[in-house]
Every structure is written in structure tokens, then in C-alpha cells.
């Protein structure tokens, strides 16, 4: 087994065993950046001489270090963790996928870079995504397309694009990435990885380029459950920069992992299994909840009845909430002018102006905040009856490079299946269960707010019975 | 920009019910009492399209004008799904963790020196950003 293969759980054990050097797990997945990056486009940025700089410093630090304080204090000592573009990085450019911010480089860390650089993550790079987080398929990068690693005519998904093809082919052993309508489930399910959109309010949203601010949501793409537990601790928490992230303690989802309660109740919510899903995901998602049932929990179908709504909610909601984010990108402070935006920005850009707007604010913008009140409700309901909601995460098998670029609202709609839980502020967990004609398919988990340690429980569950098939 | 357009956020003035007019034609008499909550013509011309990118202070070309116009009009179309939606005394959601009044000491901290702050300015004068005109005498 090759380094850049290893989880990060896996990595942790080698290291403190002293199998291999914090250098020579970062000189791996270069290598890896280095062979397949030219093929995917997967980062934008490669900290290479900065990440093996800090390796070296690792390697004599860890001399010092009893294991003890690797597994505490330093939870990450010298995992290499790739970053979404997105995600401020002090003197590392940012460009959030977009040529407006080409020759950005913040003075500053995001609150998550500087919780996982304490926690001792080596920073290797940062990752190709559609501009702004504005996409489902990663192709509204101005850096190019990202290229999905089982089949490179499909798309890996976005918006997160580059951080799950990064983790897919060990070019790093986890990344962050933002998920504003399912921009981590989504490209997760397509690349074949475990993709964490943790509640809204978890983790916080300071220093990362915002796209709509009642709806981002920081998380991570990682190679199995337990490292998402790992990153989430890591992560998870108030933050005194940003105001919406809630004082709620931060368990120790690692060590929850496997202490599920015995009688989870799990909902099979009938609006996911719509026409438009491809027959052959909905049949692999059926087998999986068969076999949760022969493990003895119960499943019951449940209905969200708003759920059809969400989509056009969303796509008020969120553009009005980007039209007045990106109002700041002047180009006198930093960055380029506006002229620099690309097609899809534009497009979000006067959709929320449009339906911001006197006369018309009524009819859109007041009435999706109405129903966004009605589909948390659905949520709300059933979460009283259930205790998780298991639904695929995507209704199509990934897609073909440039089959719906030039029709926005297709590739809106391959978010619809992601899109409820964000507008209700609720973690979900996109987790591979196999694949359909060589191509990965993805299972979502859903659970009220704040009950990311359930939704990891679930998903442990299910990947260790995919993983004995 | 034009004042008391459709699109302004002033209060509506003669001229901004003068503007609604062609939108609404024919339906208007149909509708009910409040015709402003629904959503009714979502066709977009290329001069609505212009005035928007104005107000969003976006330059488009005359084909990315007839492109939105299109793209535009397909996706809200497309959201007249939620007039079937009956939100009679329902609350609207702005925020979903229904936190209230986060406050926090009014306490003088360290913050970015000049020089960082100014570091990707494409234009500074001292300890200042360099613009240009924006009012003229």
C-alpha cells in the first residue's frame, strides 16, 4: 500500500509507530498531485515547497512529541489537507475559482485553516472549483474543468469539485470544502468519497468567500466515516468572528462512532424516490436499507411534502443572498473589476436583483422565505417520528462534460435532492455505497440540527456493511 | 440608472406603477386581491435584462443580453411552482438556528496593520486605496 492510500486514521498510526516520516506521506501525495493533476485539474494552487518545509519541521518536532500528544493535543499531526479555493490561506493566493480574485492573497487564515494548521495539518494545496461555488459539475471554474477520476468525460461535481477528486486519488488524505445547496454531497457521491455538510452554524464560515450566507456550511471530504468524525471535531465550533456559529459543545464524534443507540428508526422519505432517478441508483440505495433492516433497525416511510418546492426556493433564496455578497467586489481594495465575472456569477447575480426588487420582491423573495419555513417544518415533523432520513444524494449517475453548461436550469436540478437539507439547515453525510456501471453512487444521510454524531453513527454503519459485500 | 424604475427600492412612486403596467396587462383584472405576492409574467426583455445588469453593476455584451434573457426567463418560469404553495400567516425564515442578539464586548483588539490591509490594493496613496473619480465637481 502506497502512502497517498492511507486514511487519515491509518496515517496517524504510522506515524506514531515511526513506520514513515511525516516528509516522505507529503512527498506521496505530490507525487500523486504531480502524475494526476495535469490529467484532472484538480488544485489550483500547489503549496509544494511550503508543505514539505513544514514536513521537515514536523518530522524533528514529532522527536519531541510523546504519541500521546499527537492523538490529543495535535489530532492532525501532519496529515496533508488540501483546501477549497474558497477558504482564505495567509500568503497562499485565493481565487474562489473566479479570474476577479486571480492574484488575491489573503493576510489572513479562515477559522477552519487555523483550527486544522493548530490541530498540526499540513496545508498542500488548494483546489479547483466552480467560481464563486456557483455549480454543480465544477466546469464554471475559470481555471478550467475538473475531471472526474473513474471516467474523465464526466464531471467530478461541484461546486466542490477539486477537493473530492483530490481525496478520491490521494493527492491529499482529506479536504475542506463549502456546501451551500450541495456542493459537498454532491461531488462526494460522484467521486466516491464521504462528503460532511455539518449543520448550518457548526463550524465556522469566517474567512471563506461567501456565497449565501443564510445557507453556507463548512465541512469535508475524507476516505471513510471515522476520518470525517476526526475532521469535524477538529473543526466544529463557536467562533467569536462569526456571529451565526453557536455555543454548543463540540462532542467527540470519533469516539461516538461506535456507540450507535441500538434502536435507530430510520425514514425513507417517499419525495426522494422521484421520477427523473435513474432506476439503477434507486435500486442500490433499496439494497442498502435492506440490509440495514436484516441488521434489526427499523425503517418507516415518511413524507417531506414541500420537498418539490425547495429547488425554486432555493434558487431565490440564494442568488439574492449572492447578488448582495459579491456587491463587494469592487477591485479598488483587491482583486479585479467587475468585468472579470464569468457567465454563471452574472446570471445569479441579476436573479437576485431581479427578485430583490421592488414589485417583484413580494411575489419571490418574501414568499420562498415563507416556504422555506414550511419545508423546515416537513423536517421538523419527521424528525419526530424518525430518528435519520436515508435518500440518494444525486438522481443521476455523474454526467458528461458539457451536457448541461449551456442549461442552467438542468444543472440546477441535479442539486435537487441536497437542496431541502440546506434550506433547513440541517448535516447530512453523502457516503459511497457502491458503484453502477463503473461509476460511483453516493447515499445521503440526513438528521435534525446539531445531530452530526447520529448521521456519522448511521454512516459508519452502512460503510461497514458495503465494505463486507 | 433610472430613478423609480420597476427595480429601484424606493417607495413606488407614478412612474413605477406606470412601468408595472405593460407586465401585468390583462392579468391584473383576474387576479386577486394582492396580484403583487404572486408571481405572474416571468418573461424578460433584453431592455429589463440591461437595466438589471445596471443596477448590478455588471457590463454585458449584446449576445450575453439575449442569452440571459433566455436563461433568465426559463428559471423563473420555473418558480412559478411555488404560487401553489398556500402561505397564508406563515412566518418567513431568514436565518434557520434562530439565534437572537449575539453580542460581545466592545473591546479594542489588534487588528491588520496598514501595510497588509493595503497589500492587494491595485492602487494606494500612503496609508490610503486609490480610486478614481466617482463624484465630479
Same mark, same amino acid.
Given at each position: 500500500?502506497?502512502?497517498?492510500?492511507?486514511?487519515?486514521?491509518?496515517?496517524?498510526?504510522?506515524?506514531?509507530? @515511526?513506520?514513515?516520516?511525516?516528509?516522505?506521506?507529503? *512527498?506521496?501525495?505530490?507525487?500523486?498531485?504531480?502524475?494526476?493533476?495535469?490529467?484532472?485539474?484538480?488544485?489550483?494552487?500547489?503549496?509544494?515547497?511550503?508543505?514539505?518545509?513544514?514536513?521537515?519541521?514536523?518530522?524533528?518536532?514529532?522527536?519531541?512529541?510523546?504519541?500521546?500528544?499527537?492523538?490529543?493535543?495535535?489530532?492532525?499531526?501532519?496529515?496533508?489537507?488540501?483546501?477549497?479555493?474558497?477558504?482564505?490561506?495567509?500568503?497562499?493566493?485565493?481565487?474562489?475559482?473566479?479570474?476577479?480574485?486571480?492574484?488575491?492573497?489573503?493576510?489572513?487564515?479562515?477559522?477552519?485553516?487555523?483550527?486544522?494548521?493548530?490541530?498540526?495539518?499540513?496545508?498542500?494545496?488548494?483546489?479547483?472549483?466552480?467560481?464563486?461555488?456557483?455549480? &454543480?459539475?465544477?466546469?464554471?471554474?475559470?481555471?478550467?474543468?475538473?475531471?472526474?477520476?473513474?471516467?474523465?468525460?464526466?464531471?467530478?461535481?461541484?461546486?466542490?469539485?477539486?477537493? /473530492?477528486?483530490?481525496?478520491?486519488?490521494? $493527492?491529499?488524505?482529506?479536504?475542506?470544502?463549502?456546501?451551500?445547496?450541495?456542493?459537498?454531497?454532491?461531488?462526494?457521491?460522484?467521486?466516491?468519497?464521504?462528503?460532511?455538510?455539518?449543520?448550518?452554524?457548526?463550524?465556522?464560515?469566517?474567512?471563506?468567500? *461567501? $456565497?449565501?450566507?443564510?445557507?453556507?456550511?463548512?465541512?469535508?471530504?475524507?476516505?471513510?466515516?471515522?476520518?470525517? /468524525?476526526?475532521?469535524?471535531?477538529?473543526?466544529?465550533? @463557536?467562533?467569536?468572528?462569526?456571529?451565526?456559529?453557536?455555543?454548543?459543545?463540540?462532542?467527540?464524534?470519533?469516539?461516538?462512532?461506535?456507540?450507535?443507540?441500538?434502536?435507530?428508526?430510520?425514514?425513507? +422519505?417517499?419525495?426522494?424516490?422521484?421520477?427523473?432517478?435513474?432506476?439503477?441508483?434507486?435500486?442500490?440505495?433499496?439494497?442498502?436499507?435492506?440490509?440495514?433492516?436484516?441488521?434489526?433497525?427499523?425503517?418507516?416511510?415518511?413524507?417531506?411534502?414541500?420537498?418539490?418546492?425547495?429547488?425554486?426556493?432555493?434558487?431565490?433564496?440564494? +442568488?439574492?443572498?449572492?447578488?448582495?455578497?459579491?456587491?463587494?467586489?469592487?477591485?479598488?481594495?483587491?482583486?479585479?473589476?467587475?468585468?472579470?465575472?464569468?457567465?454563471?456569477?452574472?446570471?445569479?447575480? $441579476?436573479?437576485?436583483?431581479?427578485?430583490?426588487?421592488?414589485?417583484?420582491?413580494?411575489?419571490?423573495?418574501?414568499?420562498? $422565505?415563507?416556504?422555506?419555513?414550511?419545508?423546515?417544518?416537513?423536517?421538523?415533523?419527521?424528525?419526530?417520528?424518525?430518528?435519520?432520513?436515508?435518500?440518494?444524494?444525486?438522481?443521476?449517475?455523474?454526467?458528461?462534460?458539457?451536457?448541461?453548461?449551456?442549461? +442552467?436550469?438542468?444543472?440546477?436540478? &441535479?442539486?435537487?435532492?441536497?437542496?431541502?437539507?440546506?434550506?433547513?439547515?440541517?448535516?447530512?453525510? &453523502?457516503?459511497?455505497?457502491?458503484?453502477?456501471?463503473?461509476?460511483?453512487?453516493?447515499?445521503?444521510?440526513?438528521?435534525?440540527?446539531?445531530?452530526?454524531?447520529?448521521?456519522?453513527?448511521?454512516?459508519?454503519?452502512?460503510?461497514?456493511?458495503?465494505?463486507?459485500? | 440608472?433610472?430613478?423609480?424604475?420597476?427595480?429601484?427600492?424606493?417607495?413606488?412612486?407614478?412612474?413605477?406603477?406606470?412601468?408595472?403596467?405593460?407586465?401585468?396587462?390583462?392579468?391584473?383584472?383576474?387576479?386577486?386581491?394582492?396580484?403583487?405576492?404572486?408571481?405572474?409574467?416571468?418573461?424578460?426583455?433584453?431592455?429589463?435584462?440591461?437595466?438589471?445588469?445596471?443596477?448590478?453593476?455588471?457590463?454585458?455584451?449584446?449576445?450575453?443580453?439575449?442569452?440571459?434573457?433566455?436563461?433568465?426567463?426559463?428559471?423563473?418560469?420555473?418558480?412559478?411552482?411555488?404560487?401553489?404553495?398556500?402561505?397564508?400567516?406563515?412566518?418567513?425564515?431568514?436565518?434557520?438556528?434562530?439565534?437572537?442578539?449575539?453580542?460581545?464586548?466592545?473591546?479594542?483588539?489588534?487588528?491588520?496593520?496598514?501595510?497588509?490591509?493595503?497589500?492587494?490594493?491595485?492602487?494606494?496613496?500612503?496609508?490610503?486605496?486609490?480610486?478614481?473619480?466617482?463624484?465630479?465637481?
Amino acid at each position: 500500500m502506497k502512502l497517498y492510500q492511507l486514511t487519515i486514521s491509518q496515517a496517524k498510526e504510522g506515524l506514531e509507530k @515511526k513506520k514513515f516520516s511525516v516528509k516522505e506521506l507529503v *512527498a506521496s501525495c505530490l507525487e500523486q498531485i504531480k502524475k494526476l493533476n495535469p490529467k484532472l485539474n484538480a488544485f489550483i494552487t500547489v503549496c509544494e515547497k511550503e508543505a514539505l518545509k513544514e514536513a521537515k519541521e514536523k518530522d524533528l518536532e514529532i522527536k519531541k512529541l510523546r504519541n500521546l500528544e499527537i492523538k490529543g493535543k495535535f489530532p492532525l499531526f501532519g496529515i496533508p489537507i488540501a483546501a477549497k479555493d474558497l477558504f482564505c490561506t495567509k500568503g497562499i493566493k485565493t481565487t474562489a475559482g473566479s479570474k476577479v480574485l486571480e492574484n488575491y492573497i489573503p493576510v489572513y487564515d479562515a477559522t477552519v485553516i487555523r483550527k486544522l494548521k493548530e490541530a498540526g495539518a499540513i496545508i498542500i494545496g488548494k483546489t479547483n472549483c466552480d467560481a464563486w461555488a456557483h455549480g &454543480s459539475s465544477g466546469e464554471n471554474s475559470d481555471f478550467g474543468p475538473t475531471k472526474n477520476p473513474f471516467d474523465e468525460t464526466r464531471v467530478p461535481g461541484g461546486s466542490s469539485s477539486g477537493s /473530492a477528486v483530490a481525496v478520491a486519488t490521494g $493527492m491529499s488524505l482529506a479536504a475542506t470544502g463549502t456546501d451551500t445547496g450541495g456542493s459537498i454531497r454532491q461531488p462526494a457521491a460522484f467521486c466516491g468519497v464521504v462528503g460532511l455538510k455539518p449543520t448550518y452554524g457548526r463550524v465556522s464560515r469566517f474567512g471563506v468567500v *461567501a $456565497m449565501a450566507s443564510s445557507l453556507d456550511c463548512m465541512g469535508h471530504f475524507t476516505k471513510d466515516v471515522k476520518d470525517a /468524525a476526526l475532521v469535524l471535531k477538529v473543526i466544529a465550533g @463557536k467562533d467569536e468572528k462569526d456571529a451565526s456559529s453557536l455555543p454548543l459543545p463540540v462532542v467527540d464524534y470519533l469516539n461516538l462512532l461506535e456507540k450507535p443507540s441500538k434502536n435507530f428508526k430510520v425514514g425513507l +422519505p417517499k419525495e426522494y424516490f422521484i421520477k427523473g432517478l435513474e432506476k439503477k441508483i434507486e435500486e442500490r440505495i433499496l439494497k442498502i436499507v435492506k440490509l440495514l433492516e436484516k441488521k434489526g433497525i427499523k425503517i418507516k416511510e415518511v413524507s417531506l411534502p414541500h420537498t418539490k418546492y425547495a429547488l425554486a426556493t432555493y434558487y431565490i433564496i440564494q +442568488p439574492a443572498e449572492v447578488s448582495s455578497n459579491l456587491a463587494r467586489y469592487d477591485g479598488i481594495r483587491y482583486g479585479l473589476p467587475r468585468e472579470n465575472f464569468g457567465a454563471e456569477a452574472k446570471r445569479r447575480i $441579476m436573479l437576485g436583483t431581479y427578485t430583490l426588487s421592488a414589485g417583484y420582491y413580494e411575489a419571490y423573495y418574501l414568499k420562498a $422565505m415563507k416556504v422555506r419555513t414550511l419545508i423546515r417544518k416537513d423536517f421538523e415533523n419527521v424528525f419526530k417520528e424518525v430518528d435519520l432520513l436515508i435518500t440518494p444524494v444525486t438522481p443521476t449517475l455523474p454526467f458528461k462534460l458539457g451536457e448541461k453548461v449551456n442549461n +442552467p436550469l438542468q444543472m440546477y436540478l &441535479s442539486d435537487i435532492l441536497t437542496i431541502p437539507a440546506s434550506l433547513a439547515g440541517i448535516p447530512g453525510l &453523502s457516503l459511497p455505497v457502491g458503484k453502477v456501471d463503473n461509476l460511483p453512487v453516493g447515499a445521503q444521510i440526513l438528521g435534525p440540527q446539531f445531530a452530526e454524531e447520529k448521521i456519522l453513527q448511521l454512516g459508519r454503519i452502512i460503510e461497514r456493511e458495503v465494505n463486507e459485500k | 440608472m433610472k430613478k423609480n424604475s420597476k427595480f429601484s427600492r424606493l417607495p413606488a412612486g407614478p412612474r413605477q406603477r406606470r412601468w408595472q403596467i405593460p407586465c401585468l396587462s390583462g392579468r391584473q383584472a383576474n387576479s386577486k386581491k394582492n396580484p403583487k405576492s404572486k408571481i405572474q409574467n416571468s418573461k424578460l426583455d433584453e431592455e429589463e435584462v440591461g437595466h438589471i445588469a445596471k443596477l448590478a453593476r455588471l457590463k454585458l455584451t449584446r449576445e450575453e443580453v439575449k442569452m440571459f434573457c433566455f436563461q433568465l426567463s426559463e428559471v423563473l418560469e420555473y418558480m412559478k411552482v411555488l404560487n401553489e404553495v398556500e402561505t397564508g400567516g406563515v412566518e418567513p425564515t431568514a436565518q434557520v438556528t434562530d439565534l437572537e442578539n449575539v453580542f460581545r464586548e466592545d473591546e479594542v483588539s489588534p487588528s491588520l496593520e496598514p501595510n497588509e490591509a493595503l497589500s492587494c490594493a491595485p492602487a494606494r496613496e500612503g496609508n490610503f486605496f486609490k480610486t478614481g473619480v466617482v463624484l465630479e465637481k
